[in-house]
Structure formats: structure tokens, C-alpha cells
């Protein structure tokens, strides 16, 4: 059984740091593009920051210089420092991970964890 586990998620004040994790088990296959997203209020899911197999990363841009993103591929594990924290960063954030090869590929979602940053 696939389990996605998100952590490290809270409250925080304007200027602060988060750092989230996710932490995977049950993936068989090869694990490609890890990535963080995330959803506030009355909006659509967003892309904040991927990372792929290689160590390769991709930020959004209004995240670019205050949030990095790394995995431990010994883990399976991504995650993502926060720093600089504004209130526009306040969201349900999930981990995701792509996993395996056409045609056997797979995408997984974390539970998702609130982060609220006040201000």
C-alpha cells in the first residue's frame, strides 16, 4: 500500500519558516518528479516547486528565493524549506510524486498540510 506522509506544517508569522515533509512507502516503482503544491481558499491547485530524479528544480515564481525544495532519494522523501513567509503563502500544501515508465506510470498525492502564516 502507497502511503504518502506530510508533515511540518503550521503556523507561522510574516518573515518566518516552515519546513515541510513528505515521506513515501509502498512506491515499487522508480520514483521521477517529486513536487509541492498547494491550494488556498476558492483557488485552484498550484505548482510551488518541483525537483526530478536528477536534482533538477522548478519554482514558481512568486516562491523563487525564499522556498528550496530537496529529497533524499535513500527515503523517498522531498521536502520543502520555507523561508521569508507571507500571508499569500498561506494554503493546504500536498507533496506529489510521479512514479514509474509508460506504460506504468503513476501519480501520488500527500493528505495535505495547512499552513496558515499570519500577519
Known amino acids: 500500500q502507497v502511503r504518502l506522509v506530510e508533515s511540518g506544517g503550521g503556523l507561522a508569522q510574516t518573515g518566518g519558516s516552515l519546513r515541510l515533509s513528505c515521506a513515501s512507502s509502498?512506491?515499487?516503482?522508480?520514483?521521477?518528479?517529486m513536487a509541492w503544491y498547494r491550494q488556498a481558499p476558492g483557488k485552484q491547485r498550484e505548482l510551488v516547486a518541483g525537483?526530478?530524479?536528477?536534482?533538477?528544480?522548478d519554482y514558481q515564481d512568486s516562491v523563487k528565493g525564499r522556498f528550496t525544495i530537496s529529497r533524499d532519494n535513500a527515503k523517498d522523501t522531498v521536502y520543502l524549506q520555507m523561508d521569508s513567509l507571507k500571508p499569500e503563502d498561506t494554503a493546504v500544501y500536498y507533496c506529489?510524486?510521479?512514479?514509474?515508465?509508460?506504460?506504468?506510470?503513476?501519480?501520488?498525492w500527500g493528505q495535505g498540510t495547512q499552513v496558515t502564516v499570519s500577519s
Open positions: 506529489h510524486i510521479n512514479a514509474g515508465y509508460f506504460p506504468h506510470r503513476y501519480d501520488y
Open positions: 509502498g512506491i515499487i516503482f522508480t520514483i521521477n518528479t
Open positions: 525537483i526530478t530524479i536528477g536534482g533538477s528544480t
